[in-house]
């Protein structure tokens, strides 16, 4: 990549709206810092300790209004989806999933729940209640979230623990393929159950092992705007080298950078322990690459080749 083409990606990636909103994201949260008492925001899931020194993990996802309108059945497949996930990233185990539905009737909700069936059988976490409105008002539209209870031991994966010198290190599963042309890279809803449900507890075996202590799970917003909320939560910086990410063939590198796997996460681990990183997640076929380095550096820096070029979000600068 020319020096020219990577300025040109640089200011494309700052300026997706996905991108954007998750490099800035603890304006969102920022009004619960008041009342999360010690609880600390901008992780995946909430980790409340017990006493037994584990942790009870607690997560919620709503899905876009658009996306329920266009793909209800996928739509309620991912409002179970990207929850375990939430859970899975911290080093946990889930335990069941509420749902929040508002839909004019009855029939308006048989396709998302069809597909929060679909992906409850296939990660064999359980649906056990909710909240389910029919407003008898088609302009009101349909509105989906979800929540997740799961379980962590004592060794924790956050956000927080990421330290200049880690290693940048993904894994995800390039087994797919993109739905419907859209930015969703989905390698779930082919797979089988126990594919699903073994490469789900990988990053629990990772944080019983010690190989890592800080993870995020690749979100809306991609493998950039993950990266950005993974820095700022650690108070770090990094460099992305796009010569080491593996990329689908054919997928232009705004759109992989952007896009939603249905199972990807970045890692931050010391040199000492990428092989047996990486040996956990290849042992189950899940593609795991070094692709970077943190740095002290309180910026996200990309890499091509000689070329760099900084990208300049307001909560990493």
Known sequence: MTAEDLAILARQLEAHPAIAEKATIEAAYAPASQVSQNIQLGDDCAAIPDSNGEHLLFAAEGMLPSFVAEDPWFAGYCAVMVNLSDIAAMGGTPIAITDVLWTPDSAASSEIWDGLQAASRAYNVPVVGGHTT??????????????VLGRAGSQLLTSFHAQPGDHLVMAIDMKASFRKNKPFWNASTD?????LQTTLALPRKIAELGISQACKDISNGGIVG??????????????????????????????WLSAFPSYGYLFAAKE???????????????NTSSIGRFTDAKQLTLQSGSSREVLKFSNVT
Do not use: W
């Not at 029919?134 to 929540?147: F, I, N, Q, R, S």
């Not at 797979?191 to 594919?195: Q, W």
């Not at 909320?229 to 054919?250: E, K, R, W």
């Open 272 to 286: 000492k322990d990428i092989p047996n990183l990486q040996q956990v997640f290849r042992a189950n076929k899940i």
């Open 226 to 255: 993950t990266l950005a909320m993974l820095a700022h939560c650690s108070n770090v910086g990094a460099t992305l080298d796009l010569d080491a990410i593996p990329t689908p063939a054919s997928t232009p590198l705004l759109k």
């Open 191 to 195: 797979a089988t159950p126990e594919h």
């Open 134 to 147: 029919y407003t008898g008002k088609p302009e009101t539209g349909t509105h989906l979230a979800a929540a």
